[in-house]
């Protein structure tokens, strides 16, 4: 085959290729917003690869639509569910009940898993301002280095910001690639707590015990956190019911079960029934009692919703990306490549996430852009539901690890603990390299069980 009949050929692969190039110049030179420039590059890849300009734009229309028809509701009834819980204290009286009475040791586990709770209906940033009082309240009583403390809880909310839905990076990616949420939201946290346990707790107290770990932010200078009258147990039983529900919906669809079961849980199992019934038996258990409470929590939901829509923006736009992979015949192609150099969607993921991650700092971003491009591999490998799941939990892993100086969530750490940047990369960065890898260790290691 000639030059001009290979270019030809491959004209959809070459366009996409570019595409990518151009997205990650306008993200972190031309500081363009990712969602306008995940909808300009798509524009540009389906004109590119040779569609006409009425097919490209319904491809943009398609691709987004489809995608948001899902996302958008679970993003949002997860903004409302979250607020409620910030609002009524019901995070501060958990953490207030899980630390009292407690030593260091035992302190470095319960915040690893405080973290992870809280941030699986709250944003990581909005958990950890709300949760660091408590980090420098325990640092004042156990005389330790605040970061003995903070080190794990901002890892458990960076384990379930990306490995746990429903927040919006993993339900993202599992729309994308048509993963169950079900098994995302099992494998997610077969593979986060072991993540989370060696980044977070173990990490910190080797860093304790060798004198490695920094000083930062005197603990004592915090003020602490306020008393709430919010019920610590009902907290800890409402952040788990979604999960539960979805969960048992998952697992009921599996096995034969009588009609009238079988059905009762498809329908509070589904995301959107478990996220309503949450919200709902929150708003009971939290509700409002006077004028200033009402007015707090609508002013809590109306922040909440600001970052929530960009959010769905962003993944709307991810969703019209990967759309043109598949309509203009890309994905096919770049699915052929990856396979013909042995590389199985479970490994392209996890690569494809990091060198995105790294790029541009955003792991949601890193998230949904891996999953466009992971989507045409585990087409062509027809892969089971299992692995599909395993392939979200790959990409959430690549997306998490090395937050480095172009990451907001790096300089929020970096503020909150009083730490410099040598002190940040040494510490924060090195704890999120450890969970991108063990998470994606755990997730081929599932991956050949299942």
């Known amino acids: 085959m000639d030059v001009g009949g290979w270019l030809t050929e491959y004209r959809p692969l070459l366009a996409t290729l570019v595409a990518i190039a151009a997205l990650l110049a306008l993200i972190l030179r031309a500081r363009m917003p990712a969602f306008a420039a995940l909808i300009l590059v798509s524009a540009l890849a389906a004109l590119a690869a040779g569609m006409a300009p009425s097919d490209a734009f319904d491809t943009l229309t398609r691709g987004m639509g489809g995608t948001l028809g899902f996302v958008a509701v679970v993003i949002g009834l997860g903004a409302l569910f979250g607020v409620i819980l910030e609002r009524s204290g019901g995070l501060e009286s958990l953490a207030q009940r899980l630390l009292t009475g407690r030593q260091a040791g035992a302190g470095r586990w319960l915040m690893g898993g405080l973290g992870l709770l ?11 301002i709300i949760l660091a009082p408590l980090v420098f309240a325990f640092a004042r009583r156990t005389g330790r280095p605040v970061l003995s403390f903070g080190l794990p809880l901002v890892c458990g909310l960076a384990v379930a910001h990306s490995f746990i839905p429903p927040t919006p990076g993993p339900i993202a990616v599992a729309e994308i690639l048509g993963a169950d949420l079900g098994l995302v939201i099992l494998f997610g946290i077969l593979a986060g707590l072991p993540a989370l346990a060696m980044a977070g707790p173990l990490f910190a107290g080797w860093l304790d015990r060798t004198g490695r770990l920094p000083i930062g932010a005197i603990a004592g200078e915090a003020g602490t956190p306020t008393e709430r009258p919010a019920n610590a147990g009902l907290t800890a039983a409402l952040i788990s019911l979604p999960l539960a529900l979805i969960l048992a919906g998952t697992l009921a669809s599996r096995f034969d079960l009588p009609p009238a079961l079988g059905y009762s849980l498809a329908v509070i199992g589904h995301p959107f029934m478990a996220l309503l019934l949450a919200c709902g038996m929150t ?87 891996a999953a466009g491009l992971t989507a045409p591999l585990a087409d062509a490998a027809g892969l089971a539901p299992t692995q599909l799941a395993l392939c979200v939990i790959a990409i959430a892993a690549g997306a998490t690890a090395l937050s480095h100086v172009n990451d907001s969530g790096f300089w929020l750490v970096s503020r909150i603990f009083g730490l410099d940047v040598r002190q940040t990369l040494a510490s924060w960065t090195v704890a999120t390299l450890i969970i991108g890898l063990a998470g994606f260790a755990a997730a081929l290691i599932l991956s050949l069980l299942v």
Do not use: C, H, Y
């Open 283 to 369: 708003w009971l258990v939290f509700r409002p009692t006077n004028d200033a409470q009402r007015r707090n929590l609508s002013d809590g939901i109306a922040r909440a919703l600001e970052p929530t829509g960009a959010v769905i923006l962003v993944t709307g736009a991810g969703g019209a990306f990967k759309q043109v992979l598949v309509d203009t015949g890309a994905g096919a192609q770049l699915a052929d490549g990856a396979m013909a150099l042995g590389l199985v969607p479970l490994v392209a993921g996890f690569v494809l996430a990091l060198l995105v991650r790294v790029a541009q700092g955003s792991a949601t971003v890193a998230m949904i852009t």
């Open 118 to 128: 809280a941030s699986i209906p709250v944003f990581f940033d909005v958990a950890l």
